[in-house]
């Protein structure tokens, strides 16, 4: 929360309205209900203009503000009404669980613990099945300590005396339009796609564009050359996608989709090279010592220190991929369910 430098008052009626939003239960009448909030602040904020014969100044509306009450206070107020936690008290109720069930007890489980347990069993089913389980009383468990929490907090005063305090001045800024993903950005990815595939038809041939100096000793292990070709298909969909996106800027959902198309097929390309490793076992799976160089203490410690970088590269990758993944899921179901959303008010409205 900071102060804005803006000295328009309708603005931080703006900003004001921007807060309530963030209270507010999604559903289809949000909309609705911040278009009559705003309507009566402005229409107060005119009365009162009229009333002294000449523009309010930012701290005028600040009081206005102030007596219509908190965001936090307006948004549960025009929500549902509540039992075990108060109007009050819900919409953060609710925020902090979403985030910590959500974005953080899930993805925990499933990137971290998950993989530690599927690692440590020979019974993949097991591993699974006892991460679910896990999940699910970690879930429950979390759960009922936050609703025990607000349900305290909800019967002591302090809350009610908190929410009087609040400064209009320091209500958030007002947040920029979402904007999308230029044409000219896309192109320029798309080019760069373009060279980097034709680097990897090059690599084969020309070991120094992959490794530098160190081709004259280094060259790809064995393994590689199962996964080089699919690799490839990998790097073929990313330009795919891209030029679609170029050729087809009204299809707002594909570059969602695809993104989230192209975050799966590579964390199974690395499930696979993961297995692979697993299997064979080699203490230098990924790169060895060249035919013509004789092996010696130096080379086989650089070979060493290289191959252990690849493998933790790969780790990184594995789970940066995989937060990845999860996070641009979400957003495709919060885009399906807003087209959806939007759709069936049009229909409703085109009915009426």
Same mark, same amino acid.
Request: charged content about 15%; proline content about 6%.
């Given at each position: 929360?900071?102060?804005?430098?803006?000295?328009?008052?309708?603005?931080?009626?703006?900003?004001?309205?921007?807060?309530?939003?963030?209270?507010?239960?999604?559903?289809?009448?949000?909309?609705?209900?911040?278009?009559?909030?705003?309507?009566?602040?402005?229409?107060?904020?005119?009365?009162?203009?009229?009333?002294?014969?000449?523009?309010?100044?930012?701290?005028?509306?600040?009081?206005?503000?102030?007596?219509?009450?908190?965001?936090?206070?307006?948004?549960?107020?025009?929500?549902?009404?509540?039992?075990?936690?108060?109007?009050?008290?819900?919409?953060?109720?609710?925020?902090?669980?979403?985030?910590?069930?959500?974005?953080?007890?899930?993805?925990?489980?499933?990137?971290?613990?998950?993989?530690?347990?599927?690692?440590?069993?020979?019974?993949?089913?097991?591993?699974?099945?006892?991460?679910?389980?896990?999940?699910?009383?970690?879930?429950?468990?979390?759960?009922?300590?936050?609703?025990?929490?607000?349900?305290?907090?909800?019967?002591?005063?302090?809350?009610?005396?908190?929410?009087?305090?609040?400064?209009?001045?320091?209500?958030?800024?007002?947040?920029?339009?979402?904007?999308?993903? @230029? #044409? !000219?950005? &896309?192109?320029?990815?798309?080019?760069?796609?373009?060279?980097?595939?034709? /680097?990897? =038809? $090059?690599?084969?041939?020309?070991?120094?564009?992959?490794?530098?100096?160190?081709?004259?000793?280094?060259?790809?292990?064995?393994?590689?050359?199962?996964?080089?070709?699919?690799?490839?298909?990998?790097?073929?969909?990313?330009?795919?996608?891209?030029?679609?996106?170029?050729?087809?800027?009204?299809?707002?959902?594909?570059?969602?989709?695809?993104?989230?198309?192209?975050?799966?097929?590579?964390?199974?390309?690395?499930?696979?090279?993961?297995?692979?490793?697993?299997?064979?076992?080699?203490?230098?799976?990924?790169?060895?010592?060249?035919?013509?160089?004789?092996?010696?203490?130096?080379?086989?410690?650089?070979?060493?220190?290289?191959?252990?970088?690849?493998?933790? @590269? #790969? !780790?990184? &990758?594995?789970?940066?991929?995989?937060?990845?993944?999860?996070?641009?899921? /979400?957003? =495709? $179901?919060?885009?399906?369910?807003?087209?959806?959303?939007?759709?069936?008010?049009?229909?409703?409205?085109?009915?009426?």
């Amino acid at each position: 929360m900071s102060k804005s430098s803006s000295r328009n008052p309708m603005e931080l009626v703006d900003r004001y309205l921007q807060a309530v939003r963030f209270w507010l239960p999604k559903s289809r009448n949000q909309d609705d209900l911040i278009a009559e909030l705003g309507e009566d602040l402005r229409s107060q904020i005119e009365e009162k203009e009229n009333e002294l014969g000449r523009p309010l100044d930012q701290g005028e509306v600040g009081e206005i503000l102030k007596r219509c009450g908190s965001p936090m206070v307006v948004g549960s107020r025009l929500g549902p009404s509540r039992s075990l936690i108060g109007p009050v008290l819900y919409p953060t109720y609710l925020f902090v669980l979403k985030m910590v069930l959500f974005w953080i007890m899930v993805p925990v489980f499933i990137f971290i613990l998950g993989p530690i347990n599927v690692a440590n069993s020979s019974d993949w089913g097991t591993a699974i099945a006892s991460t679910i389980g896990q999940l699910w009383s970690g879930l429950f468990i979390s759960a009922g300590i936050i609703t025990l929490v607000f349900a305290i907090v909800e019967r002591t005063q302090a809350v009610t005396s908190a929410a009087c305090k609040w400064d209009p001045d320091k209500l958030p800024p007002l947040e920029k339009p979402e904007r999308k993903t @230029s #044409l !000219a950005h &896309t192109a320029s990815e798309l080019i760069f796609n373009v060279f980097g595939f034709v /680097w990897l =038809l $090059l690599v084969p041939h020309h070991l120094w564009m992959l490794l530098g100096p160190a081709a004259s000793f280094l060259k790809p292990a064995p393994m590689w050359h199962s996964f080089y070709v699919p690799v490839l298909l990998l790097a073929v969909w990313a330009i795919a996608r891209l030029a679609i996106i170029v050729a087809k800027p009204q299809w707002n959902w594909f570059p969602l989709a695809s993104q989230l198309l192209q975050s799966v097929l590579t964390l199974v390309l690395l499930k696979f090279v993961f297995n692979t490793l697993h299997a064979h076992g080699n203490a230098f799976p990924f790169l060895t010592l060249a035919d013509s160089v004789t092996e010696s203490a130096k080379y086989v410690k650089i070979l060493a220190i290289v191959n252990v970088s690849i493998m933790i @590269s #790969l !780790a990184c &990758t594995w789970f940066g991929v995989g937060i990845g993944t999860a996070v641009q899921t /979400w957003q =495709l $179901l919060k885009l399906v369910r807003r087209q959806v959303t939007g759709g069936s008010v049009a229909v409703s409205s085109h009915v009426l």
